[in-house]
């Protein structure tokens, strides 16, 4: 059975701002602010995702001053804190879209816990760590999931672990290049997921598909 709380991902627009604020509070009320005036203006239902992680224990201390490793040097250097993220999820209701965050561990579902998040989104790279999504699971929040570099068996691992919990679960049809040509989309690949879901396939049967309801949108704005 699926449960009506899936409808929060019915005709819903992910809206990508990740960590494009700079660590600058103003850039990503501006970002959110400009957002939120597409949203009203085509009348959509769409949410904000922001990233948390706790650079503390994220990037292993002997790496931190790590200058010539580009993810690094950027994670680093756009860690906020909790009140600028809570100015940003503020910002983000009051635009009238939902607040959604990916966090890249535990300390960071605390924290979506903490500030109101309505969706938590599992990257594809966590796809396979157990102990955040055990973590995510006990948060009892509608879930979304990116499959870049799944296998069908990680799909339906997943499926069926937040099936069995009663969390209402979107499959993310996601190819993990970033930016990506389109001939390197794979867009083929929701017409499958649907139809998996739609044969009632081991794992598939009861999960609601970002690829064939929801629609995520990702800007590079750090160039």
């Not at 649907?194 to 009632?200: D, P, T, V, Y």
Request: glycine share 4%.
């Amino acid at each position: 059975m699926v449960s009506d709380a899936n409808e929060i991902f019915e005709d819903l627009f992910v809206l990508e701002l990740a960590s494009n604020h700079w660590k600058r509070t103003e850039r990503g009320l501006k970002i959110i602010d400009d957002f939120g005036q597409v949203v009203r203006f085509n009348g959509a239902k769409a949410a904000i995702k922001l990233q948390f992680r706790n650079v503390a224990t994220f990037v292993h201390k002997d790496f931190r001053d790590r200058e010539d490793i580009n993810y690094i040097k950027k994670t680093m250097a756009r860690e906020m804190s909790k009140e600028q993220y809570a100015t940003l999820i503020d910002e983000v209701v009051k635009m009238g879209c939902i607040p959604m965050s990916t966090p890249f561990d535990e300390a960071s579902v605390d924290l979506c816990e903490e500030l109101g998040v309505k969706i938590i989104k599992i990257a594809s790279s966590d796809l396979n760590d157990w102990m955040l999504i055990e973590r995510i699971a006990k948060a009892k929040k509608p879930v979304a999931v990116s499959t870049g570099g799944s296998s069908l068996k990680d799909i339906d691992d997943l499926v069926k672990f937040f099936d069995n919990r009663n969390i209402p679960l979107a499959i993310n049809h996601c190819v993990s290049l970033y930016p990506s040509k389109p001939e390197d989309l794979d867009m083929n690949q929701i017409d499958f997921l649907r139809k998996r879901r739609a044969a009632g396939d081991e794992g598939a049967a009861d999960a609601r598909g970002l690829a064939e309801r929801a629609h995520q949108h990702r800007d590079r704005l750090d160039r």
